[in-house]
């Protein structure tokens, strides 16, 4: 079965930081461009950061650059998501997303994404 599963959420701090996971089951997750996204309350769902297959090419949502880095270890099966300087309006809940494919001006559609996660609370909070 494949599976997408994230984890690392949690409750932070504004200033403070979490990492993200994203491990797969069932499936190479070096054949794919993985996507985070998050859906904030009461919001639509929005992309967050792209890594492609190789993870020499990453794009992130100007909300997040220069706070956020996407990484992934194909290796390990697994993709990351280290988050810094977080807001609060950085909470959500957070879901990482595999495509077989992508193109650089919509990345950050979700329909281009075959695999998702079930998603991990992130809360920014004082």
């Known amino acids: 079965q494949l599976q997408l599963v994230e984890s690392g959420g949690g409750l932070a701090q504004p200033g403070g930081s979490l990492r993200l996971s994203c491990a797969a089951s069932?499936?190479?997750?070096?054949?794919?461009?993985i996507g985070w996204f998050r859906r904030a309350p009461g919001k639509e769902r929005e992309g967050v950061s792209l890594i492609n297959r190789s993870g020499d090419t990453t794009v992130y949502a100007d909300s997040v650059k220069g706070r956020f880095t996407i990484s992934r270890d194909n290796a390990k099966n697994t993709v990351y998501l280290q988050m810094n300087s977080l807001k609060p309006e950085d909470t959500g809940v957070y879901y990482c997303?595999?495509?077989?494919?992508?193109?650089?001006?919509?990345?950050?559609?979700?329909?281009?994404?075959?695999?998702w996660g079930q998603g991990t609370q992130v809360t920014v909070s004082s």
């Open positions: 069932g499936f190479t997750l070096g054949y794919y461009h």
């Open positions: 997303a595999a495509a077989v494919v992508y193109r650089s001006s919509n990345w950050d559609s979700p329909i281009n994404y075959q695999y």
